[in-house]
């Protein structure tokens, strides 16, 4: 069965240091990816996304995420964290030519002044 | 955030009440979806509406009923709900292709928070 794992319910990081939010997966088939960030009381935004092509993908509010196959992974990153980033963000799956998303339980960042 | 808008933004209603969620969408787009979310818990895929027809039920109770009558517009009626149901519901669309390329990002409404007494 598909699945999306982000093992961590919480991320805590101090402004202008470097974030990763972790994100696994298990799907059968090439994974399409996504990483979704929610600010309170708002829906989900998009931020990334990973189809094909290079492992290093950038998105929105300079936020990118690297994908590795053999780690079914696809984690999220930034260089320099701001205050603003905190929020909850969700990765996501779907298989290719399908628009069904699975979602991952989401991790809650926390970034201190 | 503005593309997509929900009403009501919250929403407190019996177990034996009868309501309705709206989602309207002014995107342009040809899918919409209902989420479930729950705390601590994955979003939850509901319905989807692909050109107007229902392509996907993830094994929802039939206490919820989806409706969409156009490509903007969707709604989740509710009835006889328990107090389990109690959660955020979100609502998305998206625009796909017929052909069955790969997925778009989904554009999310900002959800009505049901509770259920």
């Known amino acids: 069965a598909q699945s999306v794992a982000q093992p961590e319910d919480q991320v805590n990081v101090a402004e202008g240091n470097p974030l990763t939010v972790k994100c696994t997966y298990s799907?059968?088939?090439?994974?399409?990816l996504f990483w979704y960030v929610q600010y309170p009381n708002r829906g989900l935004q998009f931020l990334l996304k990973?189809?094909?092509?290079?492992?290093l993908v950038k998105g929105s509010y300079g936020f990118e995420a690297e994908f590795n196959k053999s780690q079914t992974s696809f984690h999220l990153k930034k260089p320099s964290a701001l205050v603003s980033d905190s929020a909850l963000y969700f990765c996501?799956?779907?298989?290719?030519?399908?628009?069904?998303?699975?979602f991952g339980a989401g991790t809650r960042l926390a970034v201190h002044p | 955030e503005t593309g997509v808008t929900q009403t009501p933004r919250h929403l407190v209603m019996g177990m034996t009440n009868k309501k309705s969620l709206k989602c309207e969408q002014h995107?342009?787009?040809?899918?919409m979806y209902w989420y479930k979310q729950s705390a601590k818990k994955p979003l939850e895929l509901m319905f989807v509406?692909?050109?107007?027809?229902?392509?996907e039920n993830n094994s929802v109770p039939s206490r919820f009923s989806p409706e969409c009558p156009n490509s903007s517009h969707l709604f989740l009626h509710l009835h006889t709900l328990q107090p389990e149901d109690s959660a955020l519901y979100l609502c998305?669309?998206?625009?796909?292709?017929?052909?069955?390329?790969?997925?778009?990002?989904?554009?999310f409404g900002p959800g009505t928070r049901l509770t259920v007494t």
């Open positions: 998305a669309s998206s625009q796909e292709e017929a052909s069955g390329t790969p997925t778009y990002e989904q554009y």
């Open positions: 799907v059968s088939g090439n994974p399409y």
């Open positions: 990973y189809i094909t092509g290079d492992n």
């Open positions: 996501a799956v779907s298989l290719g030519g399908y628009n069904k998303l699975i």
């Open positions: 995107l342009g787009h040809n899918a």
């Open positions: 509406y692909n050109f107007k027809e229902q392509t």
